[in-house]
């Protein structure tokens, strides 16, 4: 059986795949195979064969030969008297692809009747009540030659199976496949409507949007960026004023845009619900993609739908697979989910009804999801949209907002956080700090004096409790740094600090999303480079990952505090705030600099979800607090203890008795040494090289090696004077051994140098690519040694 395809209907992804097997309209294909019941069907196209399943096969149209047979009215003498010279079939999928099936969809009352009556000249009751079209009506007229099939649909706030009217719109859309979803929007409530539009575009189907009552949303003075919504949400946007029909022809011009293939907004976006839903959804999905659920939903929305609990298509699931496992799936993620949100402060159903209450109650996944859809739809609407009036959903947000993403109230603000943050990191963090220094000091004077001169106790005391004790102090420090951070991200505010970025970013070929990971970079590297997932721009993405590097992580600040302190101890706050600054410039101007020449692609514009404003509880934030903790704590119990020991080792042998000599000879002496040439244009000698060199593993072992080294270099008839101050006596011995001018050297390439190797790894796992772990590891020592060498060059010039 012979057959031409006049359409392929379906979601877009199963569409495509189909599209790609060769089901293009116009093109002619062959049924050699049609097994009865369930068995695939075999076709063949040019010449090639290809096998799809029933359900499949279902969703492309065809007209056959037996039809076409049907059509042609003959002559006497046999020959056709339609479409006589060419193919009658050709000629009749032509005909019938000038036709375009589309629904309307939208919330109640935004005006879809109107649109439908002025389109389709039908005279439909228009009432200004909800629920007035109950079931769907067909239109059928001409525009533009094509024939337009139009279907008003009942007005739905969701897609959920709450009412009949959602059960009925969903079925609709699944079953029948309209060509285009007509997304019919009222523009003066836009923040409920596009609530609607998220849902939809999760099940990535063919969209245009009617903005309606553009009228109104003219007259009340707020000012909407319509082309960059479009952008944004993927899909052209037309304004429409049902009432007067004002739009509604270069509304139907545009379906026919789309229809051919011919519209430039049109892409398939996804709404970003945050780290670990889209983990639970990405799970999910892979499980549903091997039980062959791809035909005819998209799995991601059938993956979100289940996630709520759907229990239409919980049926529809357990039909497909009887032993359950994907429900089993389903059912174990939803709880590891719970587990890891813990109580929350929620935000309640929104879709219903028009107030909103703030309660404290577990949260589970659907209203994380319905919040993870409002944030989308509050972070599109923030960037295109100035409100004249102020919207009665989430006040509060409103209030704040306001002035934290105010053009440039917002940028202040921002730099009195991050003030705030490091004044507390570095000042309050002193005093815990100097508290843990004594005691360690104790501790060691204490082994020192019980135990007897020997290779033990050399390497317990000046191995050991030197070495992970010059790390661990810094503890304090850290953990408020985390508590700070984690803060800003439970409360919503550090998505408002990406948003009011996004425009600086972007000129670095950067985004907006890219600032979260950067400021998450002060914590610790590796997890913020995880945390890149969320910028859903490949190019974005890379270019954020190649860069974070520069940001000063966490540990890092034990070996700034240790040079600052023995050198700049006066102008602290200083230099140290100059760091952090200078790491942060010198990201930018890479991320400048890659995108021109290295990172290929272009960047596209996506939504940033701006969550409403919660108080975060103080129990998720001292957790997610004490998890940096006690990662950092297992970090000295394994990397720091190690390389302590190592590096004790390796400076302790060959023995000398004398220690001046032994200082000199030792294999960490001779490994420092040669590679002191390189590192002499930047200023450093063999120790500051060989603690450098240390420091690949994780950069704390900076630290933690120039307390080995700087200790051990102690005079012994000096050292009885202060010997009840452990840390003091090795700034001081650095002070000695050191020139302000080297120290700062040292400080910017420290900054600069290649980041630890679990940083390296995380690049290489979430790019995919050794070739990008290796390019950073190169350009950051290249770069760190030009800083430190230009630094120390100049400054042994002028001084
Ligand atoms: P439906 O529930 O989505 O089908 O909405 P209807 O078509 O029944 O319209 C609801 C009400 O909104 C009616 O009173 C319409 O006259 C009015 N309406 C529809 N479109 C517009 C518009 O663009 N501007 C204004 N101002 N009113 C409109
Ligand atoms: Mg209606």
């Not at 400021?519 to 954020?544: H, Q, W, Y």
Request: glycine share 6%.
């Amino acid at each position: 059986m012979r057959g031409v395809v006049v359409r392929v209907s379906g979601h877009g992804a199963f569409r495509k795949r189909i599209i790609e097997m060769g089901f293009i309209k116009g093109m002619t294909v062959e049924a050699i195979l049609n097994a009865p019941l369930n068995d695939p069907i075999k076709y063949r196209i040019m010449n090639f064969e290809v096998s799809l399943r029933r359900s499949d096969a279902n969703k492309i149209e065809i007209v056959s030969e037996a039809e076409a047979e049907k059509e042609i009215v003959y002559h006497d003498d046999y020959s056709p008297i339609n479409a006589p010279e060419c193919d009658a079939m050709h000629h009749i999928a032509a005909e019938r692809s000038k036709t375009i099936n589309v629904a309307l969809v939208g919330n109640p009352n935004c005006g879809k009747t109107s649109i439908f009556n002025i389109a389709a000249h039908a005279h439909e009751r228009v009432g200004n009540y909800s629920g007035v079209t109950v079931d769907e009506k067909v239109g059928t007229f001409e525009h533009g030659g094509y024939t337009f099939n139009l279907v008003d649909l009942p007005g739905t706030y969701s897609l959920s199976a709450y009412s009949p009217e959602e059960l009925y719109v969903r079925k609709h859309i699944i079953e029948k496949s309209p060509d285009i979803i007509l997304n019919v929007v009222d523009s003066s409530n836009l923040e409920r409507n596009l609530y609607l539009t998220s849902q939809l575009i999760d099940m990535d189907i063919t969209l245009v949007m009617a903005l309606n009552m553009y009228d109104e949303l003219q007259k009340s003075g707020d000012n909407l960026d319509i082309e960059q919504l479009s952008t944004l949400l993927g899909m052209p946007i037309v304004p429409t004023t049902g009432r007067s029909g004002e739009g509604i022809s270069e509304l139907f011009d545009k379906i026919i845009e789309v229809f051919e293939g011919r519209d430039t907004k049109t892409r398939h976006i996804h709404v970003n619900h945050g780290k670990i839903l889209e983990n639970c959804i990405k799970r999910l999905r892979t499980e549903l993609y091997e039980h062959g659920f791809s035909d005819s939903l998209s799995t991601r929305f059938l993956s979100i739908k289940l996630l709520e609990n759907d229990k239409q298509f919980e049926q529809y699931v357990q039909q497909r697979d009887p032993d359950g496992s994907v429900l089993k799936m389903r059912d174990e993620i939803a709880d590891k989910f719970k587990k890891e949100i813990g109580r929350r402060l929620v935000d309640k159903d929104i879709s219903k009804g028009h107030q909103v209450t703030v309660e404290d109650e577990p949260q589970d996944i659907e209203s994380a999801i319905t919040d993870a859809k409002y944030a989308f739809v509050r972070g599109a609407l923030t960037e295109c949209y100035l409100r004249n009036k102020k919207s009665t959903l989430h006040a509060h947000t409103d209030k704040i907002d306001a002035i934290v993403t105010h053009r440039w109230l917002g940028y202040p603000v921002f730099l009195v956080i991050m003030f705030i943050t490091f004044f507390c990191t570095f000042a309050v963090g002193q005093y815990p700090m100097d508290w843990l220094e004594s005691l360690f000091g104790w501790i060691g004077s204490i082994v020192g004096d019980t135990m007897s001169d020997g290779p033990l106790k050399s390497l317990i005391c000046d191995g050991i409790i030197t070495g992970v004790g010059s790390v661990l102090v810094f503890l304090p420090n850290i953990l408020i740094l985390y508590l700070f951070i984690s803060f800003m991200e439970d409360s919503g505010y550090m998505a408002r600090a990406a948003f009011i970025m996004d425009k600086l970013m972007h000129k670095m070929g950067l985004h907006g999303k890219s600032f979260i990971p950067m400021i998450m970079g002060f914590g610790c590297n590796v997890p913020a480079i995880m945390a890149t997932r969320t910028i859903e721009d490949r190019k974005s993405r890379l270019l954020t990952m190649l860069v974070i590097p520069m940001m000063s992580c966490s540990a890092r600040i034990p070996v700034y505090v240790i040079l600052v302190s023995a050198f700049f101890s006066k102008w602290a706050a200083f230099v140290l705030m100059g760091l952090y600054l200078l790491g942060m410039i010198m990201a930018v101007l890479m991320a400048k600099l890659f995108n021109r020449f290295f990172v290929r692609g272009e960047s596209l514009p996506f939504v940033m979800e701006l969550p409403p404003y919660r108080m975060p509880t103080a129990k998720s934030v001292l957790r997610h607090t004490w998890e940096k903790g006690k990662e950092y704590l297992k970090k000295m119990a394994t990397i720091i203890l190690a390389a302590s020991i190592i590096v004790w080792a390796l400076s302790y042998f060959p023995y000398n008795d004398n220690p001046k000599q032994q200082a000199e000879n030792s294999y960490m002496a001779k490994i420092g040494k040669t590679i002191e040439p390189v590192m002499k244009p930047c200023g450093f000698d063999w120790r500051q090289s060989v603690s450098l060199l240390s420091g690949v593993f994780a950069k704390e072992v900076v630290a933690s090696t120039m307390g080995v080294l700087y200790s051990s270099d102690n005079d012994p008839f000096e050292a009885s004077d202060d010997e009840d101050d452990d840390s003091l006596r090795i700034s001081q011995i650095i002070h000695n051994s050191m020139t302000p001018l080297s120290a700062a050297s040292m400080l910017i390439f420290i900054l600069l140098y290649m980041p630890c190797l679990s940083t390296i790894i995380a690049i290489r796992n979430e790019s995919g690519k050794w070739k990008w772990a290796l390019f950073t590891m190169v350009y950051t020592i290249l770069l760190a040694w030009i800083a430190s060498t230009l630094l120390f060059q100049l400054g042994s010039l002028l001084i």
